[in-house]
Structure formats: C-alpha cells, structure tokens
C-alpha cells in the first residue's frame, strides 16, 4: 500500500513532465517557424526593395540623360540664335576704326612713308566717308602724304540691257601707279586693313600715271560683318 501511495505522486510528476516536454518542442517548433517566417519576409522585403531602387536608379538616370539632352539642344539653339544675332547686328554696325586700329594701321604701314596717297568715297554715301576720314587719319599718322578724303560720282547709264553693266561695288578697292614702291605700298595697305577685320582688295588694273600715288577707294558697305565682329565669326 505505502508503494503504491508513493507511486502516484512519481505519475503525476512524470505526466506533467511528458506535458512540458512536448510543449517545450511544440514552442520551439514554432519559435523556429516564426523565425524563418521572419527572415524568409525580410529576405523578400529586401529584395523587392533593391529591386525598387534598382529601377528608381535606372528611372532617373534615363531623366537626367533626357535632361541633359534637353538641355544641349537648348544650348545648340542659343548658339545659333546669337550667331544670328551677331550676324544681325554686324550688318547694323558702320565701318569704323577705332583708335587701336588706326594705330596698328599706322604702325603696320609707316614703314613705306612718305607714300603719297589719296581717298575717296561715294557722294552721299555717309557710312563711307566716316570709313575714309579714319583711313586718311591713319595714313596721315604713319607719315604718309595724304590728301583730304574727296567724293566721286558715278552716272547711271540708261538703256543698257541688264547684265552689261556692273553692280555696285563694296569693301575698300587700292589702286597704285606701276613703280614698284607705290605696287609695294598698296599691297602693304591691303595686307593690314585685311587683317583688321574689313574687306579690301587691290584693284583689277594698274594705273599708267607717272606719279607714285595709292588710291584707296572706299566703297559701299560690304555684305555682312566688318572689322572684329567678322574676325570673331571667323574665331567661332
């Protein structure tokens, strides 16, 4: 009897173990669920999340390429709308030279002093006779003999078919007599006007006079940019 009264307290204990035993395992059982459950989420999460920003990456990259494209042809089309502009604006401006460039005409052709020269331009072409009187001033700062700026004019003839007579001319044109200091003279002249920026060429024919003269003949507004608006066209 005193066996069996201590024997059911040993199956109550050991029925109660066997219970917390089996809970043990089930709460780990699903500790570890919970667990994988939890990383298996997160892994996904993650993962979508990189993917996410994989596109916003390539998103934005595609609209900064397209704005960076934007932005050059807008940068093309300002270009060329000043050039334009430029270009506009040089056939508003007058042929003149300013006081830098009449000294480097002086200094390119003092040289050749005392050259004799003379100047004209076209009556009632204003534009042209302000462009001489800088020319003859240069000359005459150089040391050569320059005469006073004068007019020339032309008639028109009438009746004649069309393409018989020739246009107007423009630039500046530089005759000079056949001796060769005045030939030199002129060439010298055409070489440094030039290169300021306007649109000079010697004339077709030589003059058979015995004197030793330079005509330059300043004629009507060129076509397009003159002086630095043209050689900084040309640095473009």
Request: charged share 20%.
């Amino acid at each position: 009897m005193l066996i069996m009264a201590l024997m059911k307290p040993l199956e109550w204990w050991s029925g109660w173990a066997d219970f917390f035993g089996v809970s043990a395992v089930i709460l780990g059982g699903i500790l570890v669920l919970v667990t994988l459950l939890g990383w298996t989420f997160s892994w996904k999460a993650g993962k979508l999340k990189d993917e996410a920003l994989k596109r916003y990456q390539v998103e934005a990259k595609q609209s900064i390429a397209e704005a960076n494209k934007a932005t050059s042809i807008a940068n093309q089309q300002a270009a060329a709308a000043n050039l334009e502009l430029a270009r506009l604006q040089g056939k508003m401006v007058p042929r003149r030279l300013t006081k830098e460039q009449q000294e480097r005409l002086a200094s390119g052709v003092s040289s050749l002093a005392p050259q004799l020269a003379s100047v004209w331009y076209g009556a009632g072409d204003k534009e042209s006779e302000n462009f001489s009187w800088d020319i003859a001033s240069a000359l005459n700062a150089a040391g050569w003999r320059v005469f006073s700026p004068a007019s020339t004019a032309a008639l028109a003839q009438g009746g004649k078919p069309f393409g018989s007579i020739p246009r107007l001319q423009t630039g500046v044109i530089v005759g000079s007599n056949k001796d060769e200091p005045s030939m030199r003279a002129a060439d010298t002249f055409v070489r440094e006007l030039s290169a300021l920026g306007f649109d000079t060429r010697k004339a077709a024919k030589i003059g058979n006079g015995s004197e030793p003269v330079v005509v330059v003949s300043v004629q009507a507004w060129p076509d397009g940019t003159q002086g630095e608006l043209k050689l900084n066209a040309v640095g473009r």
